[in-house]
Protein backbone atom coordinates (compact mmCIF):
# COMPACT_ATOMS: atom_id res chain seq x y z
CA UNK A 1 0.00 0.00 0.00
CA UNK A 2 3.15 2.22 0.63
CA UNK A 3 4.22 2.18 -2.84
CA UNK A 4 0.90 2.80 -4.46
CA UNK A 5 0.86 6.02 -2.14
CA UNK A 6 4.45 6.42 -3.52
CA UNK A 7 3.66 6.49 -6.79
CA UNK A 8 0.32 8.19 -6.93
CA UNK A 9 2.19 11.34 -5.37
CA UNK A 10 4.37 11.19 -7.79
CA UNK A 11 1.71 10.95 -10.45
CA UNK A 12 0.11 13.96 -8.69
CA UNK A 13 3.33 16.13 -8.74
CA UNK A 14 3.92 15.28 -12.21
CA UNK A 15 0.52 16.36 -13.07
CA UNK A 16 0.60 19.37 -11.05
CA UNK A 17 3.65 20.53 -12.99
CA UNK A 18 2.66 19.69 -16.45
CA UNK A 19 -0.82 21.93 -15.59
CA UNK A 20 0.93 24.45 -14.28
CA UNK A 21 3.45 25.01 -17.39
CA UNK A 22 0.50 24.84 -19.42
CA UNK A 23 -0.96 27.70 -17.66
CA UNK A 24 2.34 29.26 -18.07
CA UNK A 25 2.52 29.07 -21.97
CA UNK A 26 -0.98 30.17 -22.40
CA UNK A 27 -0.19 33.20 -20.37
CA UNK A 28 3.55 33.75 -22.47
CA UNK A 29 3.45 35.29 -25.44
CA UNK A 30 6.38 33.40 -26.67
CA UNK A 31 6.49 29.99 -24.85
CA UNK A 32 8.86 28.04 -24.20
CA UNK A 33 6.79 24.91 -24.20
CA UNK A 34 3.87 24.64 -26.86
CA UNK A 35 1.23 21.68 -27.51
CA UNK A 36 -0.53 21.55 -31.06
CA UNK A 37 -3.27 18.80 -32.23
CA UNK A 38 -2.67 18.48 -36.06
CA UNK A 39 -5.31 19.07 -38.37
CA UNK A 40 -5.61 17.94 -41.76
CA UNK A 41 -3.71 15.88 -43.88
CA UNK A 42 -1.04 18.06 -45.32
CA UNK A 43 1.87 16.10 -42.80
CA UNK A 44 0.72 12.84 -43.13
CA UNK A 45 2.21 10.28 -42.95
CA UNK A 46 4.45 11.54 -40.48
CA UNK A 47 2.00 13.28 -38.31
CA UNK A 48 -2.01 12.77 -39.13
CA UNK A 49 -4.94 14.40 -37.79
CA UNK A 50 -5.53 14.61 -34.65
CA UNK A 51 -2.15 13.56 -33.08
CA UNK A 52 -0.56 15.66 -30.39
CA UNK A 53 3.01 17.44 -31.20
CA UNK A 54 5.00 19.41 -28.20
CA UNK A 55 7.25 22.13 -30.14
CA UNK A 56 9.90 23.86 -28.26
CA UNK A 57 11.39 26.39 -28.75
CA UNK A 58 14.83 26.52 -30.13
CA UNK A 59 17.00 27.14 -33.08
CA UNK A 60 15.48 25.55 -36.28
CA UNK A 61 17.62 24.14 -39.47
CA UNK A 62 16.48 22.25 -42.42
CA UNK A 63 14.42 19.59 -42.38
CA UNK A 64 12.84 20.58 -38.93
CA UNK A 65 9.04 20.13 -38.41
CA UNK A 66 7.79 23.47 -37.25
CA UNK A 67 4.82 25.06 -36.04
CA UNK A 68 4.51 29.05 -37.63
CA UNK A 69 2.71 32.27 -38.07
CA UNK A 70 1.48 32.64 -41.51
CA UNK A 71 -0.67 35.39 -40.50
CA UNK A 72 -3.59 32.81 -40.92
CA UNK A 73 -6.98 31.89 -38.36
CA UNK A 74 -4.03 29.56 -36.59
CA UNK A 75 -0.77 28.18 -36.65
CA UNK A 76 0.66 25.71 -38.95
CA UNK A 77 2.47 22.67 -38.49
CA UNK A 78 4.91 22.35 -41.71
CA UNK A 79 8.74 20.91 -42.82
CA UNK A 80 11.49 23.86 -43.52
CA UNK A 81 12.58 22.40 -46.36
CA UNK A 82 14.34 25.57 -48.27
CA UNK A 83 16.02 29.18 -47.13
CA UNK A 84 16.89 31.75 -49.40
CA UNK A 85 17.27 35.57 -49.18
CA UNK A 86 16.42 35.36 -45.54
CA UNK A 87 12.70 33.44 -45.41
CA UNK A 88 11.77 30.12 -44.94
CA UNK A 89 10.24 27.73 -47.29
CA UNK A 90 7.93 25.48 -45.90
CA UNK A 91 5.61 22.64 -47.16
CA UNK A 92 3.96 19.63 -45.99
CA UNK A 93 4.98 16.04 -46.08
CA UNK A 94 1.59 15.19 -48.37
CA UNK A 95 2.96 17.13 -51.20
CA UNK A 96 -0.58 16.42 -53.20
CA UNK A 97 -2.72 18.53 -50.78
CA UNK A 98 -0.29 20.93 -48.34
CA UNK A 99 0.09 24.59 -49.14
CA UNK A 100 3.41 25.85 -49.24
CA UNK A 101 4.66 29.06 -47.67
CA UNK A 102 7.46 31.46 -46.96
CA UNK A 103 8.11 32.94 -44.14
CA UNK A 104 10.44 35.08 -42.04
CA UNK A 105 12.52 33.14 -39.76
CA UNK A 106 11.26 34.93 -36.84
CA UNK A 107 7.82 33.46 -37.29
CA UNK A 108 8.79 29.41 -36.50
CA UNK A 109 6.98 29.53 -32.67
CA UNK A 110 8.62 25.56 -32.22
CA UNK A 111 10.27 23.14 -33.22
CA UNK A 112 9.03 19.92 -32.98
CA UNK A 113 10.28 17.55 -30.05
CA UNK A 114 7.95 14.83 -30.12
CA UNK A 115 4.43 13.43 -31.44
CA UNK A 116 1.78 11.68 -29.31
CA UNK A 117 -0.06 9.53 -32.49
CA UNK A 118 -4.25 9.69 -32.16
CA UNK A 119 -4.16 5.79 -32.36
CA UNK A 120 -1.69 4.19 -30.37
CA UNK A 121 -0.21 0.93 -31.94
CA UNK A 122 0.08 -0.82 -28.29
CA UNK A 123 -3.73 -0.53 -27.44
CA UNK A 124 -4.74 -2.15 -30.79
CA UNK A 125 -5.66 0.90 -33.27
CA UNK A 126 -5.46 -0.37 -36.59
Not at 93 to 118: F, K
Request: glycine share 8%.
Amino acid sequence: MGRFIRVLAIVLIILGLLIALHLVCLLCKHPLLRLVQVAGDSMEPTLSEGDRVLFVRRAWQLGDIVVADVQEDVPVVKRILDIANGELYLQGDNTEVSATYWITPDRIQGVMLCHIPLRLPCCGAE
